[in-house]
């Protein structure tokens, strides 16, 4: 297969420049018809028999190990199911039993809101005390300290794309023996990761973004090999368990990550993210991040040189730098939206940023190029001065 860009392996809309892959992903073009044949031929003409014929009981792990090769992980060390916000508990609440002295967990005030949410509610529950530290991103790892349990960052910060040191925040992590929890949200088939090198104990992600595999489509969540089957899941759901046809009144854990199953899957949407991940087949995320570095690089070159009145909020060094860049602009959302008429679509993130995401496998230099001219143009002539844009409804 021709390397990147891969745009054929698409349904994009004629004359959009979509920068905003990083929130849903496209449509890859093989996904309606495998979609329809899951309907027709399996939900439709097989029913019931569907999980054994269709091998819809085994789609969680072997979608989960076409994920793994794209986070560096092992076969069968990846489950895909449920929403991230779920996968985040279960991560949690298991690290947590690891560590059943410890009452601090630490992240940071840049996380994505659901991932404090849930913390923020899993340790009420528990109602043992515990603690939810939040210093800025870039206080981290001073803050990590021997009363830490847990640290559950996100990789790249959904707004700045401003990137954690994985490593360094790994090592530290565990010097003072804390468990280590990754975020991948904003990481997965963005920029490489291994986890087998990075050894962190947990580490989730959602396939929605980066992945293509469409609204609402299945978490993932990875636990590291030599503790999974030690791991206790809190979500002891049937489908976790060692033998769910077995139908026993107790719960005894499933083999390694499987364990991290809670209920049925999502079949349909599953399918979707399985054929979706066949737009991977042949590439190196070391070749995604490459040409990814370069788009953003020209992207910021050419949007300083065009737009004075726009501010880099994101770090100027890529290797600091995740898969996105966003500028500061006081009227950020009315220029979004002036944008998104005019066939650049990014989005806002308040309070302030206009947010752009880089996929080099539909997004090439020629529309980066063409995006900048287009901001160019609503900023010069104020096109985001206008009412209709201020007042647009904010839903995402
Ligand atoms: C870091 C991070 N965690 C969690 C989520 C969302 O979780 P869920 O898939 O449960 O909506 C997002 C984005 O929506 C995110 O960026
Ligand atoms: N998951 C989303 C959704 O269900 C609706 C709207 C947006 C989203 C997102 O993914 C937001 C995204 N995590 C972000 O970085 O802003």
Redesign the pocket.
Known sequence: MASLPRKHLFDLPEGVIYLDGNSLGPLPRGVAERLERCVHKEWGEMLIRGWNDAQWMDQPARVGNKIARLIGAPEGAVVIGD????K?YQALASALEMRPDRKVVLSDNG??P??LYMAEGLLRSLGRGHELRTPPPEEVADAITEEVAVVML?QVD?RTGRMHDFTAITQKAHAVGAVMIW?L??SAGAVPVDMVANNAEFAVG?TYKYLNGGPGAP?FIYVRPDIAETVRPALSGWLGHEAPFAFDLGYRPGRAVERMRVGTPPVLQATALEEALSVWDGLTMAEVRARSIELSERFIREVETRCPDLTLLSPRDPMARGSQVSFGFSESYAAIQALIERGVIGDFRAPDAMRFGFTPLYIDEGDVVRAAEIIEDVMTNRLWDDPAYKARSRVT
């Open positions: 929403t991230l916000s779920i985040v996380n994505f659901t991932d996100t959904y975020d949200a904003h959602c978490a």
